[in-house]
């Protein structure tokens, strides 16, 4: 077991370790935000859409 | 020429998207020997699109195209033995002379090279055999493009704006070409903004591809 | 038969009428090789050490430069619907675009080749098997480009797309070949290497049309 | 198989049955990934050569795995595409590649950290690097043709024939890279792998492997959403769906 400053510490090899799963932290959640925002714009334009036309229509 | 010799060409709910929007949607025809289908649209309606389904270089988003009951995607080669294709470019090449171009459609379709000067003849290229196709007229190019109607033995003509760019000369040269293959029984899938004057009487059917008037009159 | 051989004769016939265009391969690499050394400004023995590898990827550069008028040409004037929907094998006539074009852009860079080994001080116990990897590697390496082209040929803007494409396939053949003139130059037998190359060779020989007529389709549709 | 396959491949149905699963992929992943790091970062002792140095590998190795994972998935999908027709493992092929693409960076970049206390340079040419490398340019390739082709049909086909063609390739290119380093810098080498694997650093390897594949199936799977969302903006089960 391991306390906090052990942690951080990493046996010395600490600003290897952590910048390395900072990057893979960084590259997982790019994978995930990119897709839910062009989600959430394509509902918006969608929906948008939907708008105008019952106001056409109306 | 008995019924079985009859060569019949189905197509059965044959659909097609292009650049994500639909061109035509169940699309039900069937062609046989002796008959010519008269392909109309305005432009963009996908007549080219559907004259490269038929030939087989484009495969359908949904529905057959079959050849004497057999898909054409299976028969592949047996049905390129079958069918002449002439699209909007000539596939004539620039460097070459008439004369060497039209031995090199000879080789193509295996027919023997004697063809080339009565063909040249029927043409009227003759003066013009041997310069360079670069220097021809677009007219004469599309004569030496169309001089592959006399020398491919292919049953099957699917022919994409035939007439474009000839002379009076040369579109009844062509329209006397159409009326002989069909009376050879041969097939014609033809699109064209010209009158073809072919009477209605002998199998002919007309396809409009503008989405509002999908009609077919068999 | 002749129908294959017809369409060779008229590419070699084609390829001679702007015969201009037939040395733009051969000054090409022949300028890429004086650039290096330019650059690189290295001594006689470390130029020698590296020139194997100048040969390989300067006669990989012109091959995949002039892989362009492989089909182009005849997708602008129409003859390639014409070849690929006649009554004959398209892998066939893929194969022998192919050929017509390796005799025209690939063999007059390995003709030039023993020249630009002078320039370079590469170790002349290695030539004949220089000369020889380039005799096999070459068609491999217009056979790849040819299905790169072939899914590039309808798209406007391809311009860098076709090498990023097929530079990450020409890798293997670039490792065994210039591994087999390394060795061969420092008097060791490279047979090995070169059989490997034989077998890509093989192996792109048979995989390759096949998938070019598919794409070529796919551009033509 | 193949009713199965159209029948789970019309789009509405595949928008439906994916929204359900979407939070249970979520969910899982990300226990999973906490549950690796914590047995991974926390548990598990210093490798007596290595040190702590040699924890990078439950990020690297299960990266490395799912480049390779990812091309496979896609090269099946390339297959359905071409050989069934079904639309939407072509969308799903267009929509692996990004993620392949970030796996194989990430095992790149972690790999190069990796072996920065090791050999003491940031990029060694190291036969697993290379390879990871050339996977990348052959994502970023699948990419760009992608991204070239304006009609998604024939985007969807070229891209599937540029797979396959890379799936014949890749053995070849990694053997030739393998055996390439060998003798271009000896045996001697120590590879870029971890030490002698027992059983508590096993569980969080495993764990983030498994980790990783869910959540590339969850943005897979959110970006065909996307895909559908823009190609069927029009049609009335959308519609009506957005309502709801």
């Known amino acids: 077991m391991m306390n906090i400053e052990q942690l951080i510490e990493m046996g010395g090899y600490g600003n290897y370790v952590w910048p390395a799963y900072g990057i893979g932290l960084a590259v997982l959640l790019l994978n995930i935000i990119v897709p839910l925002y062009k989600k959430q714009q394509m509902l918006k334009s969608i929906i948008e859409a939907q708008h105008r036309d019952k106001k056409n229509d109306t | 020429m008995t019924n079985d010799q009859r060569l019949c060409l189905e197509v059965e709910q044959l659909s097609c998207a292009r650049n994500n929007k639909t061109l035509f949607e169940d699309l039900n025809f069937s062609l046989h020997s002796g008959e010519i289908m008269i392909v109309e649209g305005n432009n963009g309606s996908g007549k080219t699109t559907l004259l490269k389904l038929l030939c087989g270089l484009r495969s359908p988003d949904q529905g057959t195209i079959k050849f004497n009951h057999q898909e054409i995607d299976d028969l592949a080669r047996e049905y390129n033995d079958q069918l002449l294709y002439l699209s909007h470019k000539n596939g004539v090449k620039a460097d070459l002379t008439a004369r060497e171009n039209l031995n090199s459609f000879c080789q193509l379709y295996g027919q023997p090279a004697e063809f080339v000067d009565e063909v040249l003849v029927k043409m009227e290229l003759v003066n013009e055999a041997d310069i360079s196709c670069r220097f021809l007229s677009e007219g004469q190019n599309r004569r030496v493009a169309l001089a592959r109607l006399l020398l491919s033995p292919a049953p099957i003509w699917i022919l994409d704006e035939p007439l474009t760019a000839l002379d009076e000369a040369g579109v009844e040269l062509v329209k006397k070409l159409l009326h002989l293959k069909l009376q050879r029984e041969g097939m014609i899938i033809i699109s064209s903004h010209h009158d073809l004057n072919i009477d209605e009487g002998i199998g002919m059917q007309r396809i409009n591809l503008t989405p509002s008037l999908l009609t077919s009159v068999a | 038969m002749n129908a294959y051989l017809a369409i060779l004769k008229r590419d070699l ?53 002039s892989i362009d008028n492989l089909f182009r040409s005849d997708y602008e004037d129409g003859s390639l619907e014409q070849w690929l929907l006649s009554p004959n094998k398209p892998t066939f006539m893929v194969l022998m675009k192919v050929l017509s074009h390796w005799l025209v852009s690939g063999l007059p860079i390995i003709l030039i080749t023993p020249l630009l080994a002078v320039i370079l001080h590469f170790p002349m116990t290695g030539l004949n098997v220089l000369v020889l990897s380039l005799l096999i590697g070459t068609p491999v390496l217009s056979l790849v480009g040819a299905i790169g082209l072939a899914l590039t040929l309808g798209l406007r803007k391809s311009g860098m797309l076709l090498p990023l494409l097929v530079l990450p396939f020409y890798i293997p053949v670039l490792i065994f070949a210039n591994n087999a003139v390394l060795i061969s130059a420092s008097g060791g037998d490279a047979s090995a290497q070169l059989t490997m190359l034989l077998a890509m060779l093989v192996l792109a020989l048979t995989l390759t049309p096949i998938t070019v007529v598919y794409c070529l389709k796919l551009s033509l549709g | 198989m193949l009713r199965f396959l159209h029948q789970f491949a019309s789009p509405p149905t595949f928008y439906r049955r994916s929204a359900q699963l979407l939070p249970w992929l979520a969910v899982s992943t990300l226990l999973l990934i906490l549950f690796g790091l914590y047995q991974g970062l926390w548990l598990a002792p210093p490798d007596y050569q290595q040190g702590d140095s040699y924890r990078i590998m439950f990020i690297h190795v299960p990266a490395a795995w799912m480049s390779l994972f990812i091309y496979m998935v896609m090269a099946f999908s390339a297959a359905v595409v071409l050989i069934w027709r079904i639309k939407l493992a072509g969308d799903f092929v267009i929509a692996s590649a990004p993620v392949g693409a970030s796996f194989t960076f990430l095992a790149l970049i972690t790999g190069a950290i990796w072996g920065k206390p090791m050999w003491g340079t940031w990029w060694v040419w190291d036969a697993r690097l290379t390879s990871e490398l050339i996977l990348l340019f052959i994502y970023m390739g699948i990419i760009a043709l992608n991204n070239a082709i304006e009609d998604k049909q024939l985007a969807a086909k070229a891209v599937g ?14 053997f030739s890279v393998e055996w390439w380093s060998t003798l271009h810098q000896g045996p001697t080498v120590t590879k870029l792998d971890g030490p002698s694997i027992h059983q508590s650093m096993l569980i969080p390897l495993l764990a983030m492997a498994l980790a990783f594949k869910l959540f590339y199936f969850l943005v897979a799977i959110m970006r065909v959403q996307n895909r559908i969302l823009s190609d069927e903006q029009n049609k009335t089960w959308l519609k009506r769906l957005l309502i709801q």
Do not use: C, D, Q
């Open chain 3, 13 to 65: 016939i084609l390829a001679n009428r702007n015969r201009s265009a037939l040395f733009n391969p051969l000054l090409f690499f022949a300028l890429l090789a004086t650039l290096f050394t330019v650059a690189t400004s290295a001594s006689t023995e470390m130029l020698s050490e590296i020139s194997s590898g100048i040969i390989w990827v300067g006669a990989l550069l012109a091959s995949l430069l």
């Open chain 4, 161 to 174: 024939v540029f797979v396959l063609v890379g799936v014949v390739n890749i053995p070849i290119i990694h």
